[in-house]
């Protein structure tokens, strides 16, 4: 499982290049934005350079609407600014048929300027709240626009999390069909340490968290701490491993 850190700017990133060594994944977002709020082209060159150069730099392209031409031009952008991982909240798009055209846009628009860019169609765990598609058509969304991955996340940070809106058994049926679609499978929405042996357990391929790695908890007024960061992996890596005994006891 990959760990995937989302700082909110240049600062954070520098305390993510302090933890190198313990997370997978840097990825720039704007949390006052919403849960995948987009960052400016000019911070995602920067948190670029700022990061290891084997560490690759996720961008969030934003909660977008249903607006093809405008989001593949934002995912190029963030392709551009130097994200090998694009990422797209299908916020405003209430049917699949919707966010395949809004993801086949941006798979065409970001490959076509870097063929090795990874894709990420997102979702959200309480789409039920905001009216947009469901969340176990994700993956099916993904493999018909030629996304790489699947992901949820929560719409709403109002101290829910993933497992309070789409159960365990869900999120491995979200995994499940991910993996039989060829995709990778990425989880996120408040997610804690403790949350990690299920998240093992169903297959998970990346976990992205803020707040768990902030001080206080708070994904908001908290910072990432890179002590954090190193305990969070230490806690991945102890689950994956007590797994991993089980599976072999079978």
């Not at 018909?144 to 049926?173: N, Q, W, Y």
Request: aromatic content about 4%.
């Amino acid at each position: 499982m990959l760990l995937l850190i989302s700082p909110d700017g240049v600062e954070e990133a520098l305390e993510c290049a302090k933890a190198a060594e313990h997370l997978d994944i840097v990825d720039v977002k704007k949390p006052d934005e919403g849960s995948l709020g987009a960052n400016y082209p000019w911070v995602i060159r920067e948190i670029r350079g700022a990061v290891p150069a084997d560490k690759p730099v996720s961008a969030t392209v934003g909660d977008v609407p249903y607006k093809p031409g405008t989001v593949a031009q934002a995912a190029l952008g963030a392709a551009v600014s130097g994200a090998t991982y694009i990422k797209v909240g299908l916020y405003g798009c209430t049917t699949p048929d919707q966010a395949i055209e809004v993801m086949s846009g941006v798979v065409r628009a970001v490959k076509d300027h870097r063929p090795d860019a990874f894709v990420v169609a997102s979702g959200y765990a309480d789409a039920h709240r905001i009216g947009c598609v469901s969340p176990l058509a994700l993956p099916d969304i993904a493999r018909r626009s030629g996304s790489d991955a699947a992901m949820l996340d929560t719409a709403i940070k109002d101290g829910t999390r993933l497992f309070d809106h789409v159960s365990p058994a869900a999120c491995a049926e979200f995994v499940r069909l991910a993996h039989e679609a060829g995709l990778l499978a990425a989880l996120a929405g408040s997610v804690k340490a403790e949350d990690l042996a299920t998240l093992t357990r169903i297959g998970t391929d990346i976990v992205g968290v803020r707040g768990a790695v902030c001080e206080g908890g708070d994904r908001n007024a908290g910072r990432i701490q890179p002590r954090l960061v190193a305990a969070f992996r230490a806690e991945m890596d102890r689950r994956a491993q007590e797994h991993a005994t089980t599976v072999a006891a079978l």
